[in-house]
């Protein structure tokens, strides 16, 4: 340093230079990035929740009225006409949070189930770890009929094999518990690998020293294993619950449109946007799907200092 | 400990149920593809058979034959292709300069734009489904590719910078200090220095927007009317009535779309898995 005989007093200012033009630098390569995500989420979600506010149709969005809260709420000789007064709303919302609390459950114990078994060392450890990435890698719409047709009450396995020719499908009560069934077979591998990943990463001394104590592997499980894989699991607990919850391939495939409005908050408002045209109610429903994630995302955030650094 | 020597017996009944578990779990990870499988070599007639005369049945390629003679299902595969390709390299592309600069750029505001894209990472399609609407009409794209590339962005982008960007903060700082001493800009930086390094991560991430991009069908069912792609074509395929469901071809067009998927994720099985927990874990 010294025989570059550079004057120190200047090195400050210079060095602050360099990082105004490498913070100018840093605006420039997040700009096509900004843009991009302004054009597809931000400007797009401005409209939707602009137009919640108005009632319009979507052939010609530019008649529109404004309403105010009317899509959410809004009553007429007695007749209520916002979607908040709709049972088959309601009816959707249930069947959503259901579906997600009962999916993400299973998914989370028999991920972590196969995931012990695949951190063991056995013969055919390879191919089982190999075998955990098919049902992730096949497309939701493939699951939903190949599932579809398993649940088949003339052609299926399920449908005609084990329950004797019982349509599944056609009542939305015992449809709910099938369409289950499908996502925690698509996604249970999917926690697999991460609960498995998280797994890897777990120093091993620490279950040498337990072994040393004399403790079994149960008390080895329950005060090792699942205090340290907390933070991985929680992570992995919110992105399957935010996934669960805008849920819609499933439903909208194996049920048809109309079913899939009562049993999934996005096709409910697919349905009142796109199938009824009604651009304001449907991006009511929206807006209120938006809401309720977001205030899912903050319990989850604040309750378990859910952490994602 | 050395259960086997000290006791035989329990040992090796716990192997035998441990194997039991490995039986289970196998099966239940691969049987329903298998199925799958073999229904699209089952002839039309062949799929009331009981399960046992069913997988002795004679085989078939008719269900094949018959999928790629479907117009709409060759059209399908063409759209899907260009769709997931187009909106992956543009979000490779924009990705790699974003995480560039949030994984090697010290600047105001950088927290909050890892947060924001985090956000929209997890954001509902349907919050955005009306909007992107009536965009996608007021600018003539609707039944366009064009409307899905774009629209498509919303989750490769988000995903790709995260990921990117966890893979760069990782990379030796001396690399691109030697760059900027030669008086190499940030963009030359990235392309010439970067990139080289960069390239298993790209793929990585690549292959994964990839197969979002392949599987995508709220966009692709909302924004399309003829050019659909393969998801929508599946879901929509039809027999010669409304109650006649096509179960064959349906398994055959089912196994055609999965099967590339399945064999690009086994090659790349290491990459992958450490790129989910990048994408999920980590981040």
């Given at each position: ?39 597809v989420?931000?400007?797009p ?9 108005y009632d ?6 530019d ?29 959707a919302?249930?069947n ?10 299973l ?8 995931a ?11 191919f ?5 990435l ?6 939701t ?5 190949m599932?579809?047709?398993?649940y ?25 518990w099938?369409l ?19 797994l890897q ?17 149960w ?14 699991l ?8 935010l ?13 048809g ?16 946007l796109?199938?009824?045209?009604l651009?304001?109610?449907?991006s009511a ?19 378990f ?5 | ?20 578990l ?22 039309a ?6 399960p ?8 078939t ?26 909106s992956v390299?543009?979000?490779?592309l ?13 600047f ?16 509902p ?8 609407f009536?965009?996608?009409q ?10 899905l ?30 760059a900027l001493?030669?008086?190499?800009s ?8 970067l ?18 991009a ?9 924004f ?20 006649d469901?096509p ?37």
């Amino acid at each position: 340093m010294t025989t570059n005989a550079t004057p120190t007093s200047a090195a400050p200012t210079r060095r602050r230079g360099i990082e105004a033009a490498r913070a100018r630098q840093a605006i420039w390569l997040l700009l096509p990035t900004l843009i991009a995500l302004a054009v597809v989420a931000g400007y797009p979600l401005y409209r939707t929740i602009f137009y919640s506010l108005y009632d319009a149709n979507l052939t010609s969005p530019d008649q529109r009225t404004f309403l105010g809260l009317g899509n959410f709420w809004f009553t007429t000789d007695g007749v209520g006409t916002g979607f908040l007064q709709d049972p088959k709303w309601w009816t959707a919302v249930k069947n959503t949070l259901l579906f997600t609390v009962v999916s993400v459950f299973l998914e989370t114990v028999f991920g972590m189930i196969i995931a012990l078994v695949v951190n063991s060392a056995f013969r055919g450890r390879a191919f089982l770890r190999t075998a955990m990435l098919v049902p992730w890698a096949i497309p939701t719409v493939v699951s939903a009929q190949m599932w579809a047709y398993m649940y088949n009450d003339s052609f299926g396995l399920v449908g005609r094999g084990i329950l004797g020719g019982q349509a599944l499908l056609a009542n939305t009560d015992t449809a709910i518990w099938a369409l289950i069934a499908v996502d925690v077979w698509k996604t249970t591998s999917f926690m697999a690998l991460l609960i498995l990943a998280g797994l890897q990463s777990l120093p091993g001394d620490m279950y040498e020293a337990a072994d040393m104590d004399g403790a079994s592997k149960w008390t080895q499980f329950w005060r090792l294993t699942l205090p340290l894989l907390r933070p991985a699991l929680l992570v992995a607990l919110v992105f399957r619950s935010l996934d669960a919850l805008r849920v819609f391939d499933i439903m909208y495939v194996m049920l048809g449109p109309v079913n899939a409005a009562q049993t999934s908050m996005t096709g409910y408002a697919r349905q009142a946007l796109i199938d009824n045209q009604l651009l304001g109610v449907g991006s009511a429903v929206a807006v209120a799907i938006f809401l309720i994630i977001m205030v899912i995302v903050v319990i989850y955030v604040t309750a378990f200092r859910v952490r994602f650094d | 400990m050395n259960l086997q020597k000290t006791n035989p017996a329990l040992y090796y009944i716990q192997r035998v149920l441990f194997y039991l578990l490995v039986l289970v779990i196998a099966v239940y990870l691969l049987f329903p593809f298998l199925w799958a499988v073999l229904t699209s070599f089952r002839r039309a007639g062949d799929l009331f058979l009981p399960p046992l005369q069913f997988i002795t049945a004679p085989s078939t390629l008719s269900n094949y034959t018959q999928v790629f003679a479907n117009a709409s299902f060759q059209r399908g595969l063409i759209f899907s292709l260009i769709v997931a390709v187009a909106s992956v390299l543009i979000s490779l592309l924009f990705g790699s300069f974003a995480a560039y600069a949030l994984g090697r750029f010290r600047f105001r505001g950088k927290a909050m734009i890892l947060y924001i894209i985090l956000a929209v990472s997890v954001f509902p399609q349907i919050a955005v489904l009306g909007g992107l609407f009536t965009l996608v009409q007021a600018t003539g794209l609707f039944n366009n590719p064009v409307a899905l590339i774009f629209s498509y962005l919303i989750f490769t982008i988000p995903f790709t910078v995260w990921v990117l960007t966890s893979f760069v903060r990782d990379i030796p700082g001396e690399l691109e200090e030697a760059a900027l001493v030669d008086g190499a800009s940030p963009l030359q930086t990235l392309f010439r220095v970067l990139f080289p390094v960069m390239m298993p991560a790209l793929v990585t991430t690549g292959l994964l927007a990839f197969i979002n991009a392949w599987n995508e069908y709220l966009f692709a069912l909302t924004f399309t009317s003829s050019n659909r792609t393969v998801p929508v074509v599946i879901a929509n395929y039809s027999g010669a009535s409304q109650y006649d469901q096509p179960w064959g071809p349906i398994m055959a067009a089912s196994i055609v779309v999965t099967v590339p998927l399945i064999i690009l994720v086994l090659v790349f099985q290491r990459n992958i898995v450490s790129g989910l927990t990048a994408g999920a874990v980590k981040g």
